[in-house]
């Protein structure tokens, strides 16, 4: 019995399609505080050629999976003894075919992370703390000043 429902995986997408999945550390802001969130996330085939690279990331642990098996796996299982549960991101099915299609046009980022692998040892930072609800607070400030003559016509 599969847990995939047919109309998540579109035609042009096969089930056994590579993709590459983290788990990162997020953060909400609420009432003042700011609290951590470990979220589970598709990874496109261009970030994760910088994840490999050495760039700092919020990301601890990355796999190479199956689609199928991506949107069968149970965040929950993956959730450390210490910390917050591991939960998966907003949007989590489109970003995942979105994801798979990356590695359908860039086959040779495949290799990279060959399915079933797990990796690590990457640069794992918070110092840019990735915010899910950040909110803009636009003031008169932010205003641009412009010329007198900006919306007449000479």
């Not at 994840?51 to 149970?74: F, M, N, S, V």
Request: contains cysteine; proline residues 8%.
């Amino acid at each position: 019995m599969s847990l995939v429902t047919p109309q998540v995986i579109p035609t042009d997408l096969a089930p056994d399609s590579y993709v590459v999945m983290g788990v990162a550390t997020c953060y909400l802001r609420q009432e003042g505080e700011t609290l951590a969130l470990e979220v589970m996330e598709p990874i496109p085939s261009a970030y994760l050629e910088t994840l490999l690279q050495g760039t700092p990331t919020a990301y601890r642990h990355i796999w190479g999976t199956h689609l199928e098996a991506a949107l069968a796996c149970d965040p929950t299982t993956l959730t450390p003894t210490e910390g917050p549960a591991v939960q998966r991101c907003a949007d989590f099915e489109q970003r995942l075919v979105a994801a798979a299609r990356t590695y359908q046009s860039r086959p040779q980022a495949t290799t990279d992370l060959p399915i079933g692998t797990h990796r690590q040892d990457l640069n794992y930072s918070t110092a840019h703390k990735r915010i899910l609800n950040p909110k803009n607070k636009v003031s008169k400030a932010d205003n641009v000043k412009q010329h007198k003559y900006t919306h007449e016509v000479l």
